[in-house]
Every structure is written in C-alpha cells, then in structure tokens.
C-alpha cells in the first residue's frame, strides 16, 4: 500500500481543550477511534461535555443521525497516559503553545507508538521543522492546524516541515478529506499562512481601539457589514483567546523581525490584566458566566 494510501484508523489526540476535544469529535465522526490523552481529568471530563453538546447540535440540525451520535461517542476513550500498548498510526497533539511541552509529548510519543506513526502539531505559530527536531524520524512530523470551531470550520492548513516527506503530507491531506475539510498545503514559515495574514488585521483593530479610531461595537460592525466577515476583529480575537493572539503576534514579531508585527500595547494590558476573551468571561466584551 503507498503510504498516501495509508489506513487510518486509530489516532491519539493529546490535550483535551478546545481544539484537542474537537480534533477527538471529528476523527470518531468519521468512525476512527480515538484516545483523547489529558494530565488533567476533570479537564477531561469538560472535553466529554463539550463534544456531546456538539454532538447534540449536529443532531438536532439533522447533518448526523442519533445513531452515528452514540457511535461518534462510543469512539472516543478519554485516558490520563499516551498507551504504549495501542499501535496508533497518528498522534496529534493539541497542548498548550510551548515548544517545549509539545517537542516533550513528541519525544513521549516516537518512544511508545509505532516508528512509522505520523506525529501531527495542531500549533498555531510554533514552528514545525523545530517541533520535528525532538523526534527520531522528522520527516514523519507536520502541522495540522484545524479552526475553533473545529466541527464547523472546512479549512485544515496542513503545515509541511523543513524534512516532512511527501507521503507524510500526502496521508494528513487523504485523512482531512475524509473527515470532511479542505486541506490546503503550505510551507513552515511563522504564523504559516493563516495566522500571518489574519493576526495583523486583529492587531490594526486593537491599534484601532487604542487610538480612538471608533468604539470597538464600530469597528466590529465595520468588518461584519462592510467586509461580511461573521466576526468582527475584536469579537474574534475574544473567541480565540487575548494571550494566544498575543503569542502568535510575538513568534511573528521575533521570527520575522519586522516591526510591522509588533504587538499592540493595549493588547499586552490587557493580557496582564487578564483579560483573555470568552474563557475568563471577560475580553473587549463580556460575557457574564459564559466560557465557550
Ligand atoms: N459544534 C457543532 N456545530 C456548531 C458548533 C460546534 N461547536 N458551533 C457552531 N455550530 C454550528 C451551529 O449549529 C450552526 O449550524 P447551522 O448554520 O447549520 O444551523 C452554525 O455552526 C452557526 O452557529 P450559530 O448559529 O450558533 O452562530 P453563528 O452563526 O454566529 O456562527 C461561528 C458561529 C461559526 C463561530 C461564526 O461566528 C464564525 O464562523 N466565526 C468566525 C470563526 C473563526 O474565524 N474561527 C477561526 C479562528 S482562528 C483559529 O482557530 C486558528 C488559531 O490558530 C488562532
């Protein structure tokens, strides 16, 4: 069998947040197994909910069937350890944005599955090649950057390493067909494509604010009516999260070298404050009791 061919029927996520639980959701809709790993149970116990509350969305909109529901649900092991004893052909890790948490759950990873396993990053600004230097086999590693949220959005950048092989990007293109997204294949630079052209149109936005351009409900309704985006800048940054906008804004800033990314100081304010977006409650907008 090519290896572009390859079966994919047992895959590891590791991380159980947002993007880790959504990754799990997907790959058991389309009938593959998953172990979703976390250190943390009750984490764990969050990601359960959340998926069957995706689940239950899809359902009741009629783009699933009950049946496939409880057979989606069925699929997905929630466990505390990667296990050594499962011969999974994937892992893919969805921790928080460290090169060195991720290159450690990759080095964890080449030790216990199999060596032909491919070893995938959902990161949104680390880069691949450096990830792929903790592992004995690099050309078996790539990005696999899917968008919160993860059951709806179609796109999957797939972020191809200084050393990924082929087949390697050509078996992650296969397995983001089947689960029903677009892949679209691109290099490892900083921010990859996605992050490099919309973290500057977010960080204008809080310059934007910063300076009293417009209140920030003006600025959001000027992307939304003018430019049908169905989120405005500041409403979207909430969503993803103030300090993960903040770190990709810095790897680019620092990668690049061009002050053109540098971060904007209202941001950082904000970030120290802790004011991160939806999961603290509170960001440019609040959300009462309201995480998700
Ligand atoms: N699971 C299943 N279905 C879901 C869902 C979930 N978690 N969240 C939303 N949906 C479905 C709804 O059921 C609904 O389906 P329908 O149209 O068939 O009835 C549809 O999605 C739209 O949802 P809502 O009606 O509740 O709300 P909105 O119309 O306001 O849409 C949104 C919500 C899809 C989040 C939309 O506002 C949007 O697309 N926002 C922009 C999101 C975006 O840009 N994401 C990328 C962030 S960047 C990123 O992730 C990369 C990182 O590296 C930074």
Do not use: W
């Amino acid at each position: 069998m090519a290896d572009t061919e390859r079966d994919i029927n047992r895959a590891t996520v590791v991380g159980a947040g947002t993007m880790g639980s959504g990754i799990a959701q997907v790959l058991a809709t389309a009938g593959i197994e998953v172990d979703l790993v976390d250190v943390d149970t009750s984490q764990l116990l969050r990601a359960q909910a959340a998926i069957e509350r995706s689940l239950d969305r899809l359902v009741q909109k009629g783009s699933l069937t009950a049946r496939a529901r409880d057979q989606s649900l069925a699929l997905i092991r929630p466990k505390t350890k990667i296990d050594a004893a499962i011969g999974h052909e994937l892992l893919i890790e969805a921790v928080t944005e460290d090169l060195t948490a991720k290159q450690a759950v990759f080095a964890q990873a080449a030790h216990v599955l199999p060596e032909t396993a491919l070893l995938a990053s959902n990161t949104s600004s680390i880069s691949i090649t450096a990830l792929a230097s903790a592992v004995s086999g690099p050309e078996r590693v790539l990005g696999m950057h899917f968008f919160n949220p993860v059951p709806v959005m179609k796109l999957v950048e797939v972020v191809r390493g200084q050393l990924t092989s082929e087949a390697t990007t050509q078996a992650i293109v296969a397995l983001a067909q089947r689960l029903g997204k677009t892949p679209v294949v691109v290099n490892d630079y900083p921010g990859f494509v996605s992050n490099r052209l919309l973290l500057p149109m977010l960080n204008e936005a809080f310059f934007t604010l910063m300076e009293g351009v417009a209140e920030k409900e003006a600025i959001d309704q000027v992307m939304k009516l003018g430019m049908n985006h169905p989120m405005g800048p500041l409403e979207l940054a909430d969503f993803i999260g103030l300090d993960v906008c903040l770190h990709i804004l810095e790897v680019l800033h620092r990668d690049l070298g061009d002050d053109k990314y540098r971060p904007c100081p209202l941001l950082r304010r904000m970030v120290a404050a802790g004011r991160l977006g939806r999961k603290t409650g509170v960001g440019f907008y609040e959300y009462g009791g309201r995480r998700g």
